[in-house]
């Protein structure tokens, strides 16, 4: 599996790592995969929701510690 981006939004607080997560899908190409990580505790739903609502599947959650880890694909 080959990460196409990757978003590393460590210490951002609370909305901003899902707004900037949604800003940054829309470019993705078909089959393209981006990492997210970040550690507001909120986004372990927001962020895989959001995306699922916008057409693009989740391929994992990971978490370690406070960090989250989120791979996302273009279908």
């Given at each position: 599996m080959k990460i196409?981006?990757?978003l590393n939004l460590q210490g951002e607080a609370c909305p901003?790592?899902?707004i900037a997560t949604l800003e940054v899908?829309?470019?993705l190409k078909s089959g393209e995969i981006l990492e997210v990580l970040c550690d507001?505790?909120?986004s372990?739903?927001?962020i895989p929701?959001?995306?699922k609502n916008r057409g693009f599947k989740v391929l994992k959650i990971n978490?370690?510690?406070p960090t989250l880890r989120f791979l996302i694909?273009?279908?």
């Open positions: 196409t981006y990757s901003y790592p899902a899908l829309p470019q507001c505790p909120q372990i739903n927001s929701e959001d995306a978490q370690s510690g694909q273009k279908p």
